[in-house]
């Protein structure tokens, strides 16, 4: 049965909805920066306990380096947007496969208006924070959003879709293109548009344009320019947002429906 929600809520309900389809990219306020590793000034005491854990068990120096500076640079990110020291964010990490909280889709801790992603090579570490900017805030639904950076190479075809390969088949540097549209579906992989299984059949190349474009279904997706810009031929990287509509109340349940119209009500939700 139905459960008898009052109509201030339902009314709100009706507008998030309206709004998280209209929202503009000016509405997004948003930090996204690739950078080499090495220019990422940071040390292990800024990470969490889970955090460090993780990184201890990297065996490659490299790795370790990457994954130290990936996890400063979100931080870094964040606190740009935030106004705050980026030392005192905390990134917690829940897994929406297995659901352990050591690894997987990141947050900040305590600011969960702040959407953060974050990606690592051995040589370049990229990373998003982005928010609602005041406008939309409290009207639109759930920003999510997906960074990825990658060494340019070969990907298998598998990857794509049959246009796609149509496409890459005309490009000059089939590495790079490859590796970008890669970059894109890996960025829409994270906002979680997409299981990085099916990621072949997700064509991620403008209908009209037959290029990359900005548009993927309901998300943005966007190239990021590496700082300083990396040689030729070396990391691309990308980076996609989507609101998704809150989810509305449960309709089988009255406790569901209860907890959620408490969560809607909470300061600042
Ligand atoms: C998300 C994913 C595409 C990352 O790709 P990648 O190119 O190997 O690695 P990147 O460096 O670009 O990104 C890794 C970061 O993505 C983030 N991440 C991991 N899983 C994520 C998810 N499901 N959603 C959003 N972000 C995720 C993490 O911050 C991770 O960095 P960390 O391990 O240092 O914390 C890949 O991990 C994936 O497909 N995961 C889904 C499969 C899965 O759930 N595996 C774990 C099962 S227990
Ligand atoms: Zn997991």
Known sequence: MAPDLDPVVQGRVASVEEAARGVRPSDVEHVALVVPVGSVAATPGWLTAAERARRDALRDPRDRAAY????????????????????????????????????????????????????????????????LATVAAGAAGVLEVGVDVEDVQPVPDSAFSDRELRWLAQQPDRARAAT???????????????????????????AAAHAPGDRVDDCAVLPLEVSPPAGHGTVVAAWAWRVRPPRPPARSSDDDAASWRRTDRRPGA
Request: with cysteine; glycine share 10%.
């Open 68 to 131: 130290l500076a990936a996890h400063a640079l979100v931080r870094s990110c964040a606190a740009r947007l935030l106004g705050a020291s980026a030392s005192g964010l905390r990134i917690v990490q829940e897994c929406p496969t297995c659901g352990s909280g050591t690894h997987g889709r990141p947050a900040v801790d305590g600011h969960e208006v702040v959407a953060v992603s974050l990606s690592h090579t051995r040589t370049h570490v990229a990373a998003v924070a982005a928010r």
């Open 180 to 206: 970008t549209l890669w970059a894109r579906k890996e960025a829409l992989v994270k906002v979680g548009v997409v299981d990085l299984g099916r990621v072949g059949s997700l064509d991620v190349l403008d």
